[in-house]
C-alpha cells in the first residue's frame, strides 16, 4: 500500500521492559513525526525528524524515550523501562515539504504497559 | 501550558444541521491551522487547513472561519450527516517542525 504503516498495531508490556515501535512512512516524504495519544485525549508532539535528523528532541517525555530514522525512510520509537503512564496509542505521521506539509497519518500503535 | 484549546467536548448534532466546532490559540507565531478528522481505531486524516492571510476557506460541506485579531477559528459542517460522526482536532503550526493539536471533539450526528 501507499499509506504510512506502523508495527505492531498492538503491543502488551510487562512494566519495566523496553519496547520499540515501528513507522514505515510514505516513500519520498522527507519529514516524519512522531505523536502519542492517551485514551480520549488529543495528539501529544514527540519528535520530528527532517531527513534522518531530529532538530528539536524537547518533545519527548523523559530520557526513556528515544527515536532514531535511517535511510530517510524507516523510524523506530525506543520507550525503555516502560512504566504505565507510557500506555497510549502512538502514532506515525509522515509529509512531503513540497507538498505542503500535509501530514499523513498511520494506524498506531497501541501500547499497554501491565 | 496548552497552546491550542478546542471546545466544546462533545457535540451532538441532527442529521442536516450544522456542527461548529471551535478552537483558539496564544501563539501569534502559528501560521497554518488544519482541521483533522479521526475515526475510531484509524489515525488522524487531514480534512482542511487554512493561512491567517484568509478569514475563510471552504472545502464542500467543511468551512474554516479565522479571526485573527481574536486568535480564534472554528470548523462548520454544513448539512452534517451520520457518516460525520467522528472526533475532530484543530492544530496549528509555526514552522512545520511542531504541529500543537486541541484535545478534540467527538461528533455525533444523529440521523
Known amino acids: 500500500g501507499a499509506g504510512v504503516s506502523q508495527s505492531p498495531s498492538n503491543k502488551v508490556t510487562e512494566k519495566g521492559k523496553d519496547v520499540e515501535l515501528r513507522c514505515d512512512p510514505i516513500?519520498?516524504?522527507?519529514?516524519l513525526y512522531w505523536y502519542r495519544q492517551r485514551l480520549g485525549q488529543g495528539l501529544e508532539f514527540l519528535i520530528y525528524f527532517q531527513g534522518n535528523s531530529a532538530p528539536d528532541k524537547s518533545g519527548l517525555p523523559s530520557d526513556r524515550f528515544s527515536a532514531e530514522r535511517t535511510g530517510e525512510s524507516v523510524s523506530t520509537l525506543t520507550i525503555q523501562r516502560t512504566q504505565q503512564e507510557d500506555s497510549a496509542v502512538y502514532l506515525c505521521?509522515?509529509?512531503?515539504?513540497?507538498?505542503?506539509?500535509?501530514?499523513?497519518f498511520g494506524p498506531g500503535t497501541r501500547l499497554t504497559v501491565t | 501550558q496548552q497552546q491550542v484549546k478546542q471546545s466544546p467536548q462533545s457535540l451532538i448534532v441532527q442529521k442536516g444541521g450544522i456542527s461548529i466546532i471551535n478552537c483558539a490559540y496564544e501563539n501569534t507565531a502559528f501560521d497554518y491551522f488544519p482541521w483533522y478528522q479521526q475515526f475510531p481505531g484509524k489515525g488522524p486524516a487531514l480534512l482542511i487547513a487554512i493561512r491567517p492571510d484568509v478569514s475563510e476557506k471552504k472545502e464542500g460541506r467543511f468551512t474554516i472561519s479565522f479571526n485573527k485579531s481574536a486568535k480564534q477559528f472554528s470548523l462548520h459542517i454544513m448539512d452534517s450527516q451520520p457518516g460525520d460522526s467522528a472526533t475532530y482536532f484543530c492544530?496549528?503550526?509555526?514552522?512545520?517542525?511542531?504541529?500543537?493539536f486541541g484535545s478534540g471533539t467527538k461528533l455525533n450526528v444523529k440521523p
Open positions: 505521521a509522515s509529509s512531503m515539504i513540497a507538498g505542503g506539509y500535509e501530514q499523513y
Open positions: 492544530a496549528a503550526s509555526s514552522d512545520f517542525n511542531k504541529f500543537y
Open positions: 516513500s519520498g516524504h522527507t519529514a
